[in-house]
């Protein structure tokens, strides 16, 4: 196969990795100039995509142009007209994770139960609604790429600390932009996901439950990063497939959606609540679900762009990734000084198989030694795979401590919260 990759930092740059060494040809567009040296000595990056269309058209319908971001549906739309085979979202797909308020519109339209949420474009409106009501919220920016770290859950009853995170927020940024944010009710449960494979038509019967662990410090304290590790499994996915999946299946058909898609969640003994969308693939997600997978990525794309099956084989375990940081991450600032260009180096007594459950990610080769690259310090996830929770989780641990980075960080209680008494919970309420 040809595959086109198209990106703002080369997200997915471990897939497209397995697929070069599968055999494939792989080229790559990475929109963010600090982001060119993701996997550089690698990959093969192109500076114009658009140039490399008829390449893709060459090669009929073994070409293939997969989509990383949520912000470039409208593209994705005019290549599907075009005749272009393309996995990734669509327009509507950026709406619904980019505009939350439209989100939670579609979740309610499909007969799913969401949590009250309130838009705001003033930080002094958000706080005097704070004061009037007295609940507890949490705030959420609007927008694909807004900084994670900017969210807040409120951890007092009234929400008093997050009115004076607003006030500080609008005192130390500027006017213009306007922010764009929502308040949304705090839902006390347990956070899942479901994540399935659209084929433009459907959804594969193949879909997968997902436990991110978003804070960065163990314990769930300190701020909310994009993931510091996730739990995944494809097994007992079926009753949230046909709940919260299938109901969608209508508006992306409509929308033109074709690609990978995730609703967050809460679940309790009341209902399910939908959170929001990811559009997109997700990272780390995406490695964390290969450990699962007894096909490769193209095989799957393939299935999903020719409808020719609608399911593709798992195996029935439990995959835990790790993510590995150096500093600032989660910030970006002053990374060029303090982490960018030092040494990756793997224990030497690394299996094959141990070497392929790393999925680097802000990495380079640069003569013939592996260093840190991107622009945030996000090394990449070391995986695991078993029967149990418990057990993936050991064996992703134990292979991220022979990955020997200066200053690496990275969480030691990835799915200790997804406890027996959780999963139980889940099966009880049947969910699983």
Not at 29 to 39: I, K, M, T
Not at 83 to 95: K, N, P, T, Y
Not at 98 to 121: I, K, N, W
Not at 193 to 219: L, Q, W
Request: proline share 4%.
């Amino acid at each position: 196969m040809r595959i086109l990759g198209i990106g703002d930092c080369n997200d997915l740059a471990a897939m497209y990795g397995g697929m070069q060494a599968r055999g494939h040809e792989v080229r790559l567009f990475v929109r963010d100039p600090a982001s060119h040296g993701v996997f550089a000595g690698m990959l093969t990056r192109t500076h114009d995509w658009q140039r490399e269309l008829g390449w893709i058209r060459e090669a009929g319908p073994e070409g293939l142009i997969l989509f990383e971001t949520a912000d470039q549906g409208a593209q994705q739309d005019a290549l599907r007209r075009d005749g272009f085979q393309v996995i990734g979202g669509s327009a509507l797909g950026d709406r619904l994770e980019a505009e939350r308020e439209y989100g939670q519109a579609v979740l309610r339209e499909a007969g799913l139960c969401t949590a009250a949420s309130h838009s705001f474009s003033s930080y002094r409106e958000a706080s005097d609604f704070i004061a009037s009501r007295r609940q507890r919220y949490v705030l959420k920016f609007n927008g694909a790429n807004s900084p994670r770290t900017r969210n807040y859950i409120a951890q007092k009853g009234d929400s008093s600390d997050l009115a004076a995170l607003l006030h500080f927020y609008g005192v130390h940024e500027a006017p213009v932009p306007s922010p764009d944010f929502v308040l949304m009710e705090y839902i006390d449960g347990i956070e899942i996901g479901v994540g399935g494979y659209f084929n433009g038509t459907d959804f594969m019967e193949t879909a997968c439950i997902d436990f991110e662990h978003k804070r960065f410090f163990p314990g769930e304290l300190g701020e909310l990063t994009g993931e510091m590790g996730t739990v995944v499994s494809y097994a007992g996915s079926g009753r949230l497939r046909d709940q919260v999946l299938k109901p969608l299946a209508g508006v992306l058909r409509d929308g033109g959606y074709c690609g990978y898609i995730n609703v967050n969640l809460m679940a309790n003994a009341d209902g399910l609540w939908p959170l929001e969308f990811t559009s997109r693939f997700g990272y780390p997600g995406y490695a964390i679900c290969e450990r699962l997978h007894r096909e490769p990525w193209e095989a799957i794309f393939q299935k999903m762009l020719h409808r020719s099956a609608n399911h593709f084989d798992t195996v029935p375990d439990f995959a835990v990734g790790i993510v590995l940081t150096v500093p600032p991450f989660p910030y970006t600032q002053g990374y060029e000084e303090i982490s960018k260009g030092i040494p990756v180096i793997l224990d030497e007594g690394l299996s094959m198989a141990e070497r392929a459950a790393i999925a680097f990610a802000e990495v380079e080769l640069r003569q013939g030694a592996l260093i840190t690259s991107g622009t945030s310090g996000y090394v990449g996830v070391a995986t695991g795979c078993a029967p149990t929770v418990a057990a993936a989780s050991a064996s992703a641990l134990a292979l991220a401590r022979k990955v020997y980075v200066p200053n690496l960080r990275y969480r030691e209680d990835i799915g200790v919260r997804v406890s027996d008494e959780a999963l139980g919970n889940l099966h009880r309420w049947g969910y699983l």
